[in-house]
C-alpha cells in the first residue's frame, strides 16, 4: 500500500510544483482528507486551482476545484 499525496493542479489543470506548496504525504486517506480539510486555504492562497488526491501513481478523485471553496 502506498501513501497518499495531494497533487496541485493550474487552472489549465497542469501540475504545479513550488516550494511553498505542501508536500506531505500521509498513510491514510483520511488523514489527507483531514489535513485538507484544515488546511485547503493555505494550498489556494498559493494559486492552486484543483487538486486530485493520489495513493501512489492511482488517482483516487480529482481533479477537484478550490474554486467552490472560496
Not at 1 to 9: C, G, H, R, V
Not at 13 to 21: D, I, N, T
Not at 50 to 59: F, I, N, Q, R, S
Request: aromatic residues 12%.
Amino acid at each position: 500500500m502506498s501513501d497518499f499525496t495531494w497533487t496541485y493542479l493550474d487552472a489549465s489543470g497542469r501540475p504545479m510544483h513550488s516550494a511553498a506548496l505542501p508536500t506531505s504525504s500521509f498513510p491514510t486517506q483520511a488523514d489527507a482528507e483531514a489535513w485538507f480539510a484544515q488546511d485547503w486555504s493555505l494550498v489556494a492562497d498559493e494559486g492552486v486551482d484543483a487538486v486530485t488526491l493520489m495513493e501512489g501513481d492511482t488517482v483516487v478523485y480529482g481533479p477537484m476545484s478550490l474554486q467552490a471553496m472560496d
